[in-house]
């Protein structure tokens, strides 16, 4: 079983959560739920309708599309964190590389937690912005070998 105490130390360890008052991780850490997955389970699918962020608590996932690997995350980094903002269809597949166990935050039960904390908006607003900024560094890069051939 895993104690709310737990949860709570997992948020902290991450930039989304980590500047959040002690009541508002409490908050978070309620409606987050325990699950796992074995080596090579996807669990999720490009494609799909997103409907949860994922926090890995332990082991190593690869983001993958269309073959190639986009990234991999391991403990205490989120994945799949835009489907807690609007039911987009998933960009990319994620697949476990270890066993693996996550914190699911269901976007549903998300929503209702920023109506009545609309604080945690800004917080993963900005984390989402850096990614951007990252991914369109990783493309201006590939643009350069690409135009240097």
């Not at 699911?104 to 604080?119: A, N, Q, S, T, V």
Request: proline content about 2%; overall charge negative; cysteine-free.
């Amino acid at each position: 079983m895993e104690f709310l105490v737990d949860k709570v130390f997992s948020l902290k360890s991450i930039s989304v959560f980590e500047s959040l008052p002690e009541a508002s991780l409490l908050d978070v850490a309620r409606i987050m739920e325990i699950e796992e997955f074995e080596r090579g389970e996807e669990f999720i699918k490009k494609g799909d309708i997103a409907e949860d962020m994922y926090i890995i608590k332990s082991g190593k996932v690869e983001v993958h599309h269309d073959g190639s690997v986009l990234a991999v995350l391991g403990e205490n980094e989120i994945v799949g964190e835009l489907a807690i903002l609007a039911p987009i269809r998933r960009t990319a597949s994620v697949s476990a590389i270890t066993d693996v166990i996550v914190y699911r935050i269901g976007r549903e039960f998300f929503m209702d937690l920023l109506y009545e904390k609309p604080e945690l908006m800004s917080d993963i607003i900005e984390v989402l912005i850096g990614r951007i900024i990252n991914l369109n560094e990783e493309l201006k890069k590939y643009k350069s070998i690409i135009d240097k051939r």
